[in-house]
């Protein structure tokens, strides 16, 4: 059984940074995909980011490029979420996701 689990996730002022991090257990793969989303309050789960564990390639939505930075340790099983620039409509739970299990999430709230 996989389990996520999200960390890192608080209150921070507008243009400040926060870094996410997702913990995965019971991962048999060595290649695998990992996803960032992130919803907020009345709104869908948005898709954040995602990298490959053991290829590195990763992708971002445009909304975030530039700003946020998605790694991992594959050792660790565990993927990072640098998040720089903050705004405060970015406020929102933000989720681990490796399908088509997901985290409890953590909240980021940006805000002055």
């Known amino acids: 059984q996989v389990q996520l689990v999200e960390s890192g996730g608080g209150l921070v002022q507008p243009g400040g940074s926060l870094r996410l991090s997702c913990a995965a257990s019971?991962?048999?793969?060595?290649?695998?995909?990992m996803k960032w989303y992130r919803q907020a309050p009345g709104n869908e789960r948005e898709w954040v980011a995602s990298?490959?564990?053991?290829?590195?390639?990763?992708n971002y939505a445009d909304s975030v490029k530039g700003r946020f930075t998605i790694t991992s340790d594959s050792a660790k099983n565990t993927m990072y979420l640098q998040m720089n620039s903050l705004k405060p409509e970015e406020t929102a739970k933000y989720f681990c996701?490796?399908?088509?299990?997901w985290g409890q999430g953590t909240q980021v709230t940006v805000s002055s």
């Open positions: 996701n490796l399908e088509p299990y």
């Open positions: 019971g991962v048999t793969p060595r290649i695998y995909v």
């Open positions: 990298i490959t564990i053991g290829g590195r390639t990763t």
